[in-house]
């Protein structure tokens, strides 16, 4: 049933009998294994590859996303979300990473394709919502992280993804740590009671040390105030990446998207910080090159 008022789950849902230290070692092996598969695609492969494996995350973030909804009973096209959703990162490697007008049309004709499915159902009481979730799900996993296959084909593209992708991981397993380790005072406990103002300022500490770190490395020289704010940015949209994957949890009443990913639960758990973080630092990209 769809929790409404989107209570807090009860301890035993939410994994309090779990060894947190056992759970914390798990999700940062587990997500330093992601980073390796990812850095190793970007550089010693093509960008065909990497938009393969981009591909391969929207597919399995869309269905546990879809998924979450129906066991919930809120009415979704999961099956024809999928198809289109995997269309929306083939149609933007096409065009090499270019925002052109195959890219908008095929998603204007996606949402009319989901109205057209409604049309022959007998039953619209819930018409607006299966159609706007829809709708959603695409815009929100496919569409922003295809940003990350338009990044590839900016100049210096695998650098800036490889600085994405680790600022913004960091910066999620550094909150998770602190967190888990000294967190005390609660962030937002009726959107995700685990998470602590300890965790959120230990995980921006990391996002801008990494930043910085960056710094003789990436393909344009910014300076390090340049370095710390966006560190800093990346830090803050992805943790607002983070809760609001957290909230749509709770509205769905589960404790994780999935589990596939050992202490990290499913893919939508993995890449939810990244959904935000992708098409801003790409539109930040854009005022440089």
């Known amino acids: 049933m769809v929790n409404g008022d989107l209570k807090p789950l009860s301890q035993e849902k939410m994994g309090e009998t779990k060894n947190p230290v056992t759970k914390l070692s798990l999700r940062i092996f587990t997500s330093c294994v992601l980073i390796g598969i990812t850095i190793y695609i970007l550089f010693y492969t ?19 996303f879809f998924t979450l909804l129906l066991q919930a009973r809120v009415p979704v096209y999961r099956l024809s979300g999928m198809v289109i959703g995997a269309g929306i990162p083939v149609i933007v490697y096409m065009e090499l990473g270019h925002t052109q007008s195959g890219e908008v049309l095929f998603l204007v004709l996606g949402c009319l394709f989901i109205f057209l499915l409604q049309f022959f159902r007998k039953d619209h009481a819930q018409s607006l919502i ?77 996002s801008m040390i990494v930043s910085v770190l960056w710094y003789s490395h990436l393909p344009l020289r910014f300076s390090f105030p340049h370095l710390l704010v966006l560190g800093l940015l990346i830090g803050v949209v992805g943790q607002i990446g983070d809760l609001s994957e957290s909230l749509m949890k709770r509205f769905c009443n589960a404790k994780d998207s999935g589990a596939l990913l050992p202490g990290m639960g499913g893919v939508l758990d993995a890449v939810d910080s990244i959904l935000f973080t992708a098409p801003i630092f790409y539109f930040h990209l854009k005022l440089y090159l």
């Open 46 to 64: 093509t960008a065909s590859y990497f938009s393969l494996e981009v591909l391969f995350f929207i597919g399995l973030a869309l269905f546990e």
């Open 130 to 206: 299966a159609v706007a979730l829809t709708v959603f799900g695409l815009l929100y996993i496919s569409w922003f992280l295809s940003f990350l296959i338009k990044m590839r084909f900016l100049e210096g593209g695998i650098l800036w993804i490889a600085y994405l992708v680790t600022v913004t991981k960091t910066e999620d397993i550094g909150a998770y740590m602190i967190g888990t380790l000294l967190g005390k005072h609660p962030l937002a406990p009726h959107i995700s009671p685990k998470k602590t103002v300890e965790g959120t300022l230990g995980g921006l500490f990391f």
